[in-house]
């Protein structure tokens, strides 16, 4: 008898329980999820477009500039576990609804900047009110999702990572223009505009999200306990009753060495973001609406890449070559760029490295997500990013201060090639541990099950 939600067709071939539980959970969570993480990348990077006219407004130095910019992601770092921790208590629909009605309020705070120290504080806040949202993200959905569609799904979700690129430099134009309406600067209606939508969205969050699949009404009996029983099926659900924790996730090398390599990958990436609009401009000469433009369009590009990585990584079932081959990519991009730092060989080199970034993070997710087994994977997560936000810390700092060093931004920017090479390397050793490690775990759950048959 076939498995179908309908009665069978001759010569129809029908879509299984299972295929419409995943479909009704594709099309429910992921679009909510997917807003709302580009808002709050927009959020935490949209200084990179106001940066020239609150530096010049409020007298911000380069170095200024780099350390308020990468202090966001110190608090954001080191509130990591804490907040993963509590979304483990409270549940996934409570806490990212809680992150985000706080981030949006904060956000808009930045507005009222004036001196240093309260651009170094909003940013300290900003870190701490939206710690915990993308590995919470990333932990939620691997509870949803088969492993064998995850590349596939958290790319889905974190394509919103480009389109906030290409939201922000369409934007960046317009709302620099408000400048002067109602008294406010253009780079303040930035801050205020583009705040208001995690406000919004938290409510709708609270109220349209859902915890775990046993608790999804939106689905009928059959999808339920389908995508129950398959997700019983992955090795990692199997092996969850094992134990789950910090200190599981803690005593796990692997753990750690994903997250230096997160560290490296991260400070890279932010490092590029947060000057990536002003290095465009004196590469090309042209302004901040037309490197929004350039942004905007490797934003694009960008999202094609990451849906076309994963797509390809989820059918070979392959991660370490998709993602470590872009690392070496963009160690050639940023070595040529700082080698060649102005002129549209450089701009293109500059905007291809954001572009290799964008075209691994989605697969790099899948990696991260199936570290550790069970519930500790929550807080393995949490450690790996937090690492990485570490790196997105020194990462804006490194390049404002070798900028104000050496009066450009060559020396920085070439300098990045040797983390790019060294998180290449990085996921190439920690997939093949990876590997081993699924077998050995798929190996144990198979052997209680035939004990449980028995």
Not at 342 to 368: D, K, N, Q, Y
């Amino acid at each position: 008898m076939p498995s179908s939600t309908a009665e069978a067709v001759p010569g129809v071939v029908l879509p299984t329980a299972l295929d419409s539980a995943l479909r009704k959970a594709r099309w429910r969570l992921i679009p909510l999820i997917a807003v709302c993480y580009l808002v709050a990348y927009m959020d935490r990077s949209n200084i990179s477009f106001a940066a020239q006219g609150m530096n010049r407004a409020l007298h911000f130095s380069p170095s200024v500039y780099g350390l308020g910019a990468g202090l966001f992601f110190l608090s954001y770092g080191l509130c990591e576990i804490p907040s993963n921790t509590l979304l483990l208590r409270f549940g996934p629909r409570v806490w990212l609804s809680r992150i985000m009605f706080t981030w949006g309020l904060v956000a808009a705070g930045m507005m009222f900047v004036r001196t240093p120290v309260h651009f170094y504080g909003a940013r300290l806040l900003l870190g701490c009110a939206e710690a915990g949202y993308f590995p919470g993200v990333v932990y939620y959905l691997s509870r949803w999702f088969p492993p064998e569609q995850r590349a596939r799904t958290m790319s889905q979700f974190y394509v919103a990572m480009p389109v906030s690129t290409i939201l922000m430099g369409a934007l960046a134009g317009p709302l620099l223009g408000l400048n002067g309406r109602l008294g406010l600067a253009g780079w303040q209606w930035m801050f205020l505009v583009e705040a208001a939508p995690a406000v919004l969205l938290a409510f709708v969050v609270w109220f349209y999200l859902t915890d775990e699949p046993e608790q999804a009404t939106w689905l009928s009996d059959a999808e339920r306990g389908a995508l129950v029983a398959e997700l019983a099926r992955d090795p990692h659900h199997a092996s969850a009753r094992h134990g789950s924790g910090l200190a599981i996730a803690a005593r796990s090398g692997k753990v750690w060495v994903l997250g230096g390599i997160y560290f490296f990958m991260l400070g890279t990436s932010y490092a590029l973001t947060f000057s990536l609009p002003q290095m465009l401009s004196q590469a090309t000469g042209w302004g901040a609406g037309g490197a929004g433009n350039l942004v905007a369009g490797a934003g694009v590009a960008g999202a094609v890449g990451m849906l076309a990585v994963a797509w390809s990584s989820d059918k070979r079932q392959e991660r370490r070559w998709h993602i470590a081959a872009l690392c070496f990519v963009q160690a050639a991009m940023v070595l040529y760029a700082g080698l060649h730092p102005t002129g549209w060989s450089a701009a293109a080199a500059l905007l291809a490295s954001i572009v290799c970034w964008f075209s691994m993070a989605g697969t790099i997710t899948v990696v991260l997500a199936t570290v550790i087994p069970g519930k500790a994977a929550a807080i393995a997560i949490a450690i790996v990013n937090m690492m990485g936000i570490f790196g997105g810390f020194l990462g804006p700092y490194w390049m404002g201060w070798m900028r104000e060093a050496t009066g450009s931004y060559s020396w920085g920017v070439g300098s990045l090639c040797v983390p790019c090479v060294l998180a290449g390397v990085g996921i190439l050793w920690v997939c093949d541990q990876q590997g081993e490690a699924n077998a050995v775990v798929a190996e144990d759950a198979k052997v209680r099950g035939g004990r449980r048959e028995m």
